[in-house]
C-alpha cells in the first residue's frame, strides 16, 4: 500500500473483509464503509428468453474496439479509471459470455463472464467445484434498469451454458451482487451461513459496533435484479464487510475529499469485481 500510495498516486484502498478478518484489517487502519454479498448458483442455469428491449436496442459479443466505451461507462460509475483492469478481464474472460448493449452505435451497458480460479481442476483446490466462473463486473445504465440485465444475462447464460455443458463434472458460477442494506436481514443471513458451515464467530460485536453503515436506501432497481437472479438459481453464498483506507494525513485537504468521494454509485453498477479488484 506504501509502495502504490507513494509511485502509483493510489488515493483509497478498499476491500472485502469476511466477519472473521474485519479486526485484523482494523489494526491496519481499514475502516467499515458498507455490506456485500457473495451468491452461488449450479451451471446450466435455467434461462429463459423474455423479449421486453425496445427494437433499437441490440446486444452484442464483446470485442476490442468496444472496451473504451465499456471503460467510459465503467468510470462513470464505480468513480475511478478501470480501463488497464477491465481489458485484463476481458482477456481472462470467456469471450463468447461478454456483452455490451447498444442503441445503433452507442454503447449502453456491458457484462462480462471469466474463469474464476476457485475450482478443483482450474485452480487445483481440494475443495469446491470442478469448473467455477465469475459474473462481472456489469454496469448498465440506470434507465435500461433490468431490461438492459435481463438482455444481458440471457445471451451470457445461454453461452455459459453451452460451454459448461460440454465439461465433465461440476459446475458453478458466482457473483458479488449488494442484496440488502438492512441490519436485521444481513445478521439474519449471515447467523444461517455460519451455521450451515460450521463457524462459530461472535457475530454481535461486529455488527453492533458499526450501525452507521446500514440503513442504506433501497434500489427498487436492486431489488428487481436480484429476483431475476433468483428466478435463475443464484443463492446467497456469504457476507463481506467492504472497508476502506485513505492515507490522508499525507493529503491535502482537497485530495482527501475527493478520495471520499470514490464510492461507486450503486444505481448504474453491480457485480463490479472481485474484493482483489476493489483495491
Partial sequence: MEYLHKNKNALTFRLGAVPLAIGLYKKA??????????????????????????????????????????????????????????????????????????????????????????????GNFAEGPDYAYRLGPCCILPEYGIQGFKALMQKAITAINRKASQLEGSAKIYAVFPRNADKKDIFRDTRELTMEMGVDTNLESVFNEHDHIFGAQKSVKYDDQWKYMESLGFGQEYFEQVMSFSPEDSLDSKTADQCRATQADTEGIFATATPGDKG
Avoid: W
Avoid at 66 to 72: A, C, G, R
Avoid at 96 to 103: A, G, I, N, P
Fill in 29 to 122: 487502519g481499514f475502516l467499515p464503509e458498507s455490506f456485500t454479498t457473495a451468491q452461488v448458483a449450479d451451471l446450466p442455469l435455467p434461462i429463459k428468453h423474455d423479449e421486453t428491449l425496445p427494437c433499437a436496442l441490440i446486444v452484442e459479443q464483446i470485442d476490442k474496439s468496444t472496451l473504451k466505451s465499456i471503460s467510459e461507462i465503467d468510470k462513470a460509475f464505480f468513480k475511478s479509471d478501470r480501463s488497464d483492469l477491465l481489458m485484463n478481464i476481458y482477456n481472462d474472460s470467456i469471450r463468447e459470455s461478454c456483452f455490451c448493449l447498444k442503441d445503433k452505435n452507442k454503447v449502453l451497458g456491458f457484462l462480462m463472464i471469466r474463469r474464476r480460479q476457485a475450482s478443483k481442476i482450474e
